[in-house]
């Protein structure tokens, strides 16, 4: 064979084997790291509510690959909703980022305390208390909230009393932003909350260890806006603001669940 030949031949193989060793799927690019796994997302509602307030957030964190979770909130104690969640998040295995929505802020607060698999944890126009303080201290310590003797019904539970909105104020306190349609069925469907939630101060909070997102709801009727900028100014969160009413994972789902995966980065 020619010496030219010769040296073509060569040539093309060694660009041939340079081109195969530097392609996508060799060994060389299957030394990559595997993606890191993602969160699974757990879901806390509050009182006056249930977790199918939750759906269209689930719905978007689902198509986006994350595993999800919307579980049963009891309402009926501080100390006995956050034994109850910690419980539940015991049986998941891990990193968890944990979601609340207004008292169910209270619950996550106290649930996560030294979970070290709870690796953020975020409030959706949510309570977030320090050791010692109320769900009715927070509620009134700015002025604003629509929730008071007027448009609160309480029924008794037993030893207790159950509150609700009562229904010709539900849009109004709880979810001006939404149809009446859709909040006439809200208000028909509540769930109540024991009373005696109102004054049980909060334990250790788990927000002093763990990084936190708040989703700030400019036009909240229950939780005063300014309220909410406070805790989360003090919790030290990353803040983002929405126009939208107390139900502002309802009304502006997705970007509550845009701030849900900023938290689970």
Known sequence: MPTTRRTLIAGT???????????PGTA?????KPPKAKPTIVLVHGAFADASGWNEVVRILQCDGYTTYAPANPLRS???DSAYLAGFLATLTG???????????????????????????????????????????????YPGSKLGDTSLDLRPNGDSYDGYVKPAAFRDVFAADLPKATTDVMAATQRPGDVHTLLEPSGAPAWKSIPSWYLVARNDNLIPAAAQRFMAQRAGA?????????????????VTADLIKQAAR
């Not at 953020?120 to 050791?131: E, G, N, Q, R, T």
């Not at 990353?238 to 107390?246: L, P």
């Open 13 to 23: 193989a060694a660009v041939a084997t340079g081109a195969l060793l530097s392609a």
């Open 28 to 32: 060389a690019a299957a030394s990559t």
């Open 78 to 80: 501080v100390s006995g």
């Open 95 to 141: 990193p968890v980022v944990l979601v609340a929505h207004s008292y169910g802020g209270m619950v996550i607060t106290n649930a996560a305390t030294d979970n070290a698999d709870v690796k953020a944890l975020v409030y959706v126009a949510a309570f977030a208390p320090d050791a010692g303080e109320t769900l009715q201290g927070l509620q009134l310590k």
């Open 238 to 254: 990353r803040v983002t603001e929405v126009g939208a009413s107390h139900v502002a994972m309802i009304s502006q789902p997705r």
